[in-house]
């Protein structure tokens, strides 16, 4: 079974504020990886790390940023919250060699 | 043209019907392949995986792979109203030393009818 966290769960939270999604692994998987996935529609991917001190944008233009200072740890940070970053967020991790991924539960983020 | 494409669906399949779903890639030398299924409003999680052309059984699922044509397949046999999720394709493009990225497809929702 993966041992990947998320926290929080949810969160609904005023336009204008920071917030930072937290994500955590046991597995010591080298890539992490973070989607943003609307009901219904398909996952984008926003960013991704190697390992640590390696992070990439992803597909998909993002206004948040990440950090990876450690091999389990890769929050993702929005400095100013806006209605348009309502949506789910999910972290998932792989192996460097085999990239089977494994998810986390993800945090539904509401801004209003 | 995107890099992996599904038909979206849904598509219906009464109970007990073998599910089809395919999913077609375009990068010639892509690599892996995988199929995640993914529950409305909970979070992907792996089915299986196939590397090399032919047939992978696990239970009641089978992945098809078919290099030459650029396609990837899941069967689902004896389908049951619990396989009602939408399937999500995902395939690793070639690359080197782990620096490749998986790509996902859009998702085929599939709905089993009792």
């Known amino acids: 079974e993966a041992d990947i966290y998320q926290t929080p769960r949810y969160l609904v939270i005023g336009t204008g504020k920071k917030i930072t999604l937290e994500c955590s692994q046991t597995?010591?998987?080298?890539?992490m990886y973070w989607y943003q996935q609307d009901p219904g529609m398909e996952l984008h991917l926003i960013h991704y790390s190697y390992g640590v001190n390696s992070t990439e944008k992803g597909d998909l233009s993002s206004e948040s940023t990440v950090s990876r200072i450690r091999t389990e740890h890769f929050p993702l940070t929005l400095e100013s919250a806006r209605p348009s970053h309502t949506s789910q967020y999910l972290c998932a991790s792989s192996e460097a060699a085999v990239d089977t991924q494994y998810f986390g539960p993800g945090t539904r983020l509401t801004v209003l | 043209q995107k890099e992996v494409e599904q038909n979206s669906g849904p598509l219906s399949v009464p109970e007990g019907a073998i599910a089809s779903l395919n999913c077609t890639y375009s990068d010639r030398g892509s690599q892996s392949f995988f199929w995640y299924r993914q529950y409305s409003g909970k979070s992907p999680e792996l089915i299986m995986f196939i590397y090399s052309n032919g047939d992978k059984e696990d239970g009641r699922f089978t992945a098809q792979l078919n290099k030459a044509s650029q396609y990837v397949s899941l069967l689902i046999r004896d389908s049951q109203p619990s396989d009602s999720a939408t399937y999500l394709c995902?395939?690793?493009?070639?690359?080197?030393?782990?620096?490749?990225?998986?790509?996902f497809g859009i998702g085929t929702k599939l709905q089993v009818i009792p």
């Open positions: 597995m010591g998987h080298d890539k």
């Open positions: 995902a395939v690793n493009p070639p690359g080197s030393g782990g620096y490749q990225k998986v790509t």
